[in-house]
């Protein structure tokens, strides 16, 4: 049995549920799972935790005062936090503050990192990444003193092993080099879901016809607690930001549950949703490239089918 460190990324004072399948992969066949959680008080987040199998959770902060806006600061942290438990695997979520954090890691312990994994073998010390947009796989083993792999989120499903949990704080002796610090954070304003950690996900395509008409997916993405996707022809349209985009030139996403509204189903959008669980498309067109790669397809108009669904929904 190995001790395994899981990055904990949360939101206000609560755990974000695409933590809990990195949580199932950390702890394999009965690894000793010790979370981090950074700018945080450690004992809040134990009851939101302990059902998956973590044994201590560590608030982790620094000697040199706030590191909040100190990126470098918060690696270096992390860093010592690591060692001062013996640990020598980290694992997160391949989200934007997750890939930033082990990648900082990673040049500062000259150690290994694969981002945007969808499996790990951690006896083995590998973990699996797709490339060539999903359409083959690799196996990477990594080398360096520390193991850091960033886990795309919902791409492993997450299963409870409720154990006995502790909660301490460590404050790393680092300070900071003054190269880095960020100014100002702006924020989108939305209190929406976030698209690569959704569990649901609705994307409309080039049908959808104006930015206006999102409003219709909206509806229904709120019902199941969901959030909105769009094509890159959406985007490019102007009905839709980029972050809102899907695809291989956007966001890639593995919700439990995608709905593709107006999509054709090209490779490239196919690239960024393929790992969904389960795959559902409308469009009127029956020979649309999308129902084939679909688990359920419904022939009809958008702005009819979305609509009825949603109000079945509300029910």
């Excluded at 009965?30 to 450690?42: K, Q, R």
Aim: proline fraction near 3%; hydrophobic fraction near 45%.
């Amino acid at each position: 049995m190995a001790r395994i460190g899981v990055l904990i990324e949360t939101n206000e004072k609560s755990v974000k549920p695409a933590n809990f399948g990195v949580l199932t992969a950390a702890r394999g066949e009965g690894n000793e799972i010790y979370a981090f959680v950074l700018e945080a008080d450690a004992a809040a987040f134990q009851d939101g935790l302990k059902a998956y199998g973590v044994s201590k959770v560590i608030a982790v902060g620094a000697s040199d005062g706030d590191f909040s806006k100190k990126p470098d600061l918060q690696a270096a942290a992390l860093v010592a936090a690591m060692k001062n438990v013996e640990i020598t695997a980290l694992l997160t979520l391949s989200s934007t503050r997750g890939k930033d954090l082990l990648a900082r890691m990673a040049a500062a312990t000259h150690s290994g990192l694969a981002l945007d994994c969808i499996g790990v073998d951690l006896d083995a010390g590998t973990c699996v990444k797709p490339y060539f947009a999903g359409k083959t796989e690799a196996t990477l083993k990594l080398s360096g003193d520390l193991f850091l792999c960033a886990i795309r989120p919902n791409a492993i499903e997450e299963t409870e092993a409720p154990c006995d949990i502790t909660a301490e704080t460590f404050t790393a002796d680092v300070t900071d080099d003054g190269k880095l610090v960020i100014k100002e954070v702006k924020a989108s304003g939305s209190a929406k879901v976030d698209l690569s950690e959704a569990n649901v996900i609705v994307t409309g395509g080039r049908p959808i016809g104006s930015k206006e008409n999102f409003s219709i997916l909206e509806e229904c993405a709120n019902a199941m607690g969901g959030a909105v996707g769009a094509s890159r022809v959406a985007v490019d349209s102007g009905f839709a930001s980029h972050a809102m985009q899907v695809g291989q030139t956007g966001k890639i996403v593995s919700p439990k549950l995608y709905i593709g509204c107006g999509l054709s189903g090209s490779v490239q959008h196919f690239a960024g949703m393929k790992t969904s669980k389960v795959i559902v498309a409308i469009n009127n067109d029956k020979d649309a490239p999308i129902f084939t790669k679909c688990d359920y397809g419904i022939v009809g108009d958008l702005f009819e089918v979305v609509p009825a669904l949603t109000a079945a929904l509300k029910k």
